[in-house]
T-cell receptor, first 108, second 115 residues
């Protein structure tokens, strides 16, 4: 069992819908990261959080340390949001442990 | 040029070839990483260099040989690879501090196909 589990694995939605991607982890962490990977491979870091909530544009990330759970929300989704979203946890050193990713497709 | 760059972007090699992947970071970071991304699997950490010293070798076969000549450059030397080594190889860098919460910045990756 992977230490980081994401759901759903695949998500298809219509443009404009509110999107939620979930991440659960089983170990104590120092921080949780949300990453975006576009077709072609490049990965961009979206958020790093260790408590509470962060917002950047239409993206919102929340974390509940007690429940070992984080969510990534996208409001007013757009086809350009189509990508793989990856959750990763940091264990207090420079290493990250990654989930398998959620493939999001937004249909115009 | 900014960020993390990787060359080549695509590589096809035979099992008897020797090739090298190159990564360069222009962010002034002190740690660099090699990751392997295979289809349907999470990113796998291969190697970590912190202040040019290798701090992690995640049970990687010896046919993969990393080299970090300075804090800005990282190489992955490849020899006698197997077809199952075909994957996307990603380089990343970060500025490591005491709390281990640093953001890693990724390169675009090298897509490797071993025939």
């Amino acid at each position: 069992k992977n230490e980081v589990e994401q759901s759903p694995q695949n998500l298809t939605a219509q443009e404009g819908e509110f999107i939620t991607i979930n991440c659960s982890y089983s170990v104590g962490i120092s921080a949780l990261h949300w990453l975006q990977q576009h077709p072609g491979g490049g990965i961009v870091s979206l958020f790093m959080l260790s408590s509470g909530k962060k917002k950047h544009g239409r993206l919102i990330a929340t974390i509940n340390i007690q429940e070992k759970h984080s969510s990534l929300h996208i409001t007013a989704s757009h086809p350009r949001d189509s990508a793989v979203y990856i959750c990763a946890v940091g264990l207090g050193n420079e290493k990250l442990t990654f989930g398998t990713g959620t493939r999001l497709t937004i249909i115009p | 040029e900014t960020g993390v760059t990787q060359t080549p972007r695509h590589l096809v090699m035979g099992m008897t070839n020797k090739k090298s992947l190159k990564c360069e970071q222009h962010l002034g970071h002190n740690a660099m990483y090699w990751y392997k991304q295979s289809a349907k699997k999470p990113l796998e950490l291969m190697f970590v260099y912190n202040f040019k010293e290798q701090t992690e070798n995640n049970s990687v076969p010896s046919r993969f040989s990393p080299e970090c000549p300075n804090s800005s450059h990282l190489f992955l030397h490849l020899h006698t690879l197997q077809p199952e080594d075909s994957a996307l190889y990603l380089c990343a860098s970060s500025q490591v501090g005491r709390q281990g919460r640093e953001t890693q910045y990724f390169g675009p990756g090298t897509r490797l196909l071993v025939l």
